[in-house]
């Protein structure tokens, strides 16, 4: 559920890589006038693997509330002694997490 969400979130920062990763692990046909197309076929291909899989797509799907958001949010950031900020390919905030969180409620 996060790897996916996380890809549908950070896509647009390079759609060429996430393209090219549509095209090398989900055999998708590389769209090269509307890479967009590809990286977001890549996406739903994934999605598709996951749930034939039986893994979980949302948070309600594994008793995850609205209301649980913030403090989750907070605890990806700052736990375990955390800045504030996460992630190696895109820095994400508390907010951003909040956000992706937001996504797949």
Known sequence: MKALVLLKYNYKQDVMRFAQ???????CSMDFANLERTAL??????RAFLKSIGMPL???????????IPDMAKNVV????????????????????????RLVL
């Not at 990763?21 to 055999?27: C, E, N, P, Q, T």
């Not at 076929?41 to 994934?46: A, L, P, Q, S, V």
């Not at 949302?58 to 649980?68: M, N, P, V, W, Y």
């Open 78 to 101: 700052y736990g375990n002694g955390g800045s504030g900020n996460i992630g190696g390919f895109v820095s994400l905030s508390e907010e951003d997490v909040a956000n992706i969180y």
């Open 41 to 46: 076929e890549g996406i739903d291909r994934f």
């Open 58 to 68: 949302t948070l309600a799907e594994i008793g995850g509330k609205e209301e649980d």
């Open 21 to 27: 990763l549509a095209v090398r692990v989900w055999g």
